[in-house]
């Protein structure tokens, strides 16, 4: 128990990715599970980075009297991974949001059970 | 300096908690750009300016304006910044926990 | 031939280039492009097979320094036939659904559509060919945006509904797949599959390190990678997004995309952790479970449905099962279910064009007491579709019956153990109900589209001959017949190529 308060950042990491996760399933809204989506991908950013992190080392920004020591840095490869996470959870979101609004307007109504509900209801008539 | 620490991520903790139980759209849509801000502060304690201009750019600005153009594009805000609840007027609610 | 080498890397680029041209250009420019790309990949990929059947495998470094400091692909014979396939299935389902394309989709988005199939053709040749698992993610993420974008360039409700089902499973699946690439890279520190193995291996060994944090990242990776390609339980978005699209964007989908991610997964137990490892694990058996009851169960939903594309693509659910059975047997089945990811990219195509233009020979309707008889309105149609129908049931001379019987000739080379034999005899016994069920709803289909019409009012129309997909199904149809008749050579190609696979 001790470890999950002495690791804090890695436990409230999880504690997001767990939220985010219960928000995209459990929530009938569309908008809700988007932002829900976007934040269990926040959470697992938030992991991944800690994971670089070294207690009092500085951040890894070169400059004209900075020596290359790699002693005095943190490790850089976790936020380059981080780097490519958050692009593509902005294009995700990009194209989820246009597909709500395309929706919406077919079907006036945010519910995804409903939607589906009229879908079939659709079908059974025609077709 | 850890208390600092601790005191960020516990209102990062309540900022996404709080999105899945407000029921209004344009208030989630607040409350889940204030979380992103947040983060971005927290990148910039774990030494990583990179990955804090990258979240504030993005997330407190690209994602935040994409939720307020589709909300304005299905109609739930109004020039005014008004919330419509169109679906309260058809009898129904959508909104639920 | 050393210039063999620079192959794989030139196809990726190519198909790049490809992507990139598309997008400005028109309908015809655009097609020809396309195609253009995937005969390149189609030749390069045969090229790289018979380099490494002589060779053996190939580590190609792709920067300055060698890994782990910079990227690097490694291929062998395995590679060289799964990147063969590929663009050889992309290219037949284009011209087999070439009429549709033109009809559902409006003129101005037609290159559009052109673009996100190179894009799937580039993201899976690169996930076949990658040795570090950050590269596989970002790949796979591609590959699923442009899936995405498929499945909704018709502008239907129906199927922007099913595009939004999709993603929101699709990118669940992702999540779970990089939580356990973070957990990996958190505990060996490397990011190349080569060098995570050897570490894994120490830490294995070791008995004073806990090797829980291993097994956690070892399941998170494979139900993610089961989420996105199918595997019971959760398979029910199949039926809206396959059932409900164009006839290229359901070939391509259910042929090609599932197994890539299928290949991946293949990729992680045998290069990254390492068979020995994960056998000690036993999370093998939880995949050869699920995918026994996948079998069961898929063929259940499939004999529900009442409209024919959503049978075909419920089948699919079962067809994946079979796949993961194999995989669930460990090295001796992983031939069995290398040749079925053959089998299945091939016969798919075939049934969905087949059954789409049985569906414009019955005037649009998609129900079944709509299809009597329609076989011999559109007779290439009907007999493709009994063909590949044939092969899914398992009729000797097929294809199909050639992987059934590998795999339960390789579920029994080791019985030693009473797990094993156990296991041994639910591949059997889930191998007959499946294949009893398969017969149910395959042949009931068969047998309905050759039933001579008995109402007067009905009126089939004739379906005008269409060159294109009667070139890809004669193409289809007799790779099917020839695998089924001569499979020794592509057997041992997939037993060499799984020896330097590991």
Redesign the interface.
């Given at each position: 128990m001790e470890k999950l308060f002495s690791n804090?950042?890695e436990t409230?990491a999880i504690?997001?990715f767990a939220?985010?996760f219960?928000?995209l399933l459990f929530?009938?809204?569309l908008?809700?599970k988007i932002?829900?989506l976007?934040?269990m991908d926040?959470g697992m950013y938030?992991l991944l980075?800690?994971l670089?992190?070294i207690d009092g080392?500085?951040?890894p920004?070169g400059g004209i009297n900075q020596s290359s020591d790699p002693s005095l840095y943190?490790n850089p490869i976790p936020?380059g991974l981080?780097?490519t996470g958050?692009?593509v959870s902005?294009s995700v979101?990009?194209i989820m949001?246009s597909l709500?609004?395309r929706l919406?307007?077919r079907y006036h109504?945010?519910?995804l059970d409903?939607i589906f509900k009229l879908i079939h209801q659709n079908e059974d008539e025609g077709n | 300096m850890i208390i600092f620490?601790?005191f960020l991520?516990v209102i990062?903790?309540i900022c996404?908690?709080a999105?899945?139980f407000v029921k209004d759209?344009l208030a989630?849509?607040v409350v889940?750009m204030s979380?992103?801000t947040v983060?971005a502060v927290?990148?910039i304690v774990?030494?990583?300016?990179?990955?804090a201009i990258?979240?504030a750019a993005?997330?407190a600005g690209?994602?935040s304006v994409?939720?307020f153009?589709?909300?304005k594009?299905?109609q739930m805000i109004d020039v005014n910044l008004n919330t419509i609840d169109r679906?309260k007027k058809e009898g129904d609610s959508?909104?639920?926990? | 031939m050393d210039f063999v080498i620079n192959l794989p890397l030139f196809t990726i680029i190519i198909g790049f280039v490809g992507v990139v041209l598309t997008s400005f250009l028109k309908r015809k420019p655009a097609k020809i492009v396309a195609i253009v790309c995937q005969l390149i990949a189609i030749v390069f990929g045969i090229l790289v097979l018979i380099y490494t059947l002589d060779h053996g495998y190939v580590n190609y470094q792709l920067g300055h320094l060698k890994a782990p400091f910079c990227n690097q692909i490694r291929f062998g014979p395995y590679e060289g036939l799964l990147s063969t396939l590929v663009p050889l299935v992309m290219l037949l389902s284009l011209f087999a659904g070439d009429n549709h394309t033109h009809r559902d989709i409006t003129e101005e988005k037609e290159h559009s559509f052109y673009t996100l199939l190179n894009l799937i053709l580039v993201a899976i040749v690169a996930i076949i060919y990658t040795d570090d698992i950050f590269t596989g993610y970002v790949f796979l993420e591609i590959s699923t945006l442009s899936s995405v974008g498929l499945t909704m360039i018709k502008n239907h409700g129906r199927q922007i509904a099913a595009a939004l089902r999709y993603m929101l499973f699709n990118l669940l699946g992702s999540g779970l797949f990089l939580l356990g690439c973070i957990i990996i890279y958190g505990q060996t520190g490397y990011l190349s599959m080569t060098f995570i193995q050897n570490v894994i291996t120490d830490l294995f060994n070791n008995n004073n390190t806990s090797t829980l944090p291993l097994t956690i990242s070892f399941t998170l990776v494979s139900i993610g990678l089961g989420i996105k390609s199918g595997l019971f339980p959760f398979y029910y978005w199949m039926g809206d997004t396959y059932g409900v699209n164009t006839t290229t964007a359901s070939s391509v989908l259910s042929g090609l995309v599932s197994k890539g991610y299928i290949i991946l997964l293949i990729k992680f137990i045998y290069r990254t952790f390492g068979i020995d490892n994960v056998l000690k694990t036993d999370l093998l058996n939880i995949l050869f479970i699920l995918g026994a009851c996948g079998m069961i169960f898929g063929s259940i939903t499939a004999i529900r449905q009442k409209v024919i594309n959503k049978m075909v693509s419920y089948s699919s659910a079962a067809q994946i099962g079979y796949i993961y059975l194999g995989i669930g047997l460990g090295k001796v089945g992983l031939i069995a279910a290398t040749f079925h990811i053959i089998t299945h990219a091939l016969c798919k195509p075939l049934l969905f064009s087949s059954s789409n233009r049985l569906i414009d020979a019955s005037g649009k309707k998609r129900k079944f007491e709509n299809l009597i008889g329609t076989g011999f309105a559109d007779p290439i149609a009907g007999a493709c579709f009994t063909i590949g129908a044939l092969s899914m049931v398992g009729c000797p001379f097929f294809a199909g019956f050639i992987s059934k019987y590998l795999f339960i000739t390789d579920s029994f080379v080791d019985i030693s153990t009473p797990t094993l034999l156990l296991k041994a005899i639910i591949t059997i016994a889930a191998l007959v109900v499946s294949t009893l069920l398969n017969t149910i709803y395959y042949l009931k289909t068969v047998i309905t589209i050759y039933s001579p019409v008995r109402d007067n009012k009905v009126v089939l129309k004739h379906n005008h001959y269409d060159v294109l997909f009667i070139v890809s199904s004669c193409i289809f149809s007799i790779l099917i017949i020839a695998l089924g008749v001569f499979p020794s050579p592509i057997i041992e190609i997939i037993e060499e190529g799984i020896k330097l696979l590991g």
């Open positions: 804090y950042m409230v504690l997001l939220i985010g219960l928000i929530n009938r809204n908008i809700k932002m829900g976007n934040i926040s938030l980075a800690s670089g992190y080392r500085l951040a920004v943190i936020a981080v780097l958050i692009v902005v979101t990009a949001l709500t609004v919406y307007k109504t945010l519910n409903e | 620490k601790i991520l990062l903790l996404a908690i999105v899945a759209n989630a849509v889940y979380s992103s983060m927290v990148w774990l030494e990583s300016p990179d990955l990258t979240e993005v997330g690209v994602t994409l939720f153009v589709t909300l594009k299905i679906d959508h909104e639920e926990k | -």
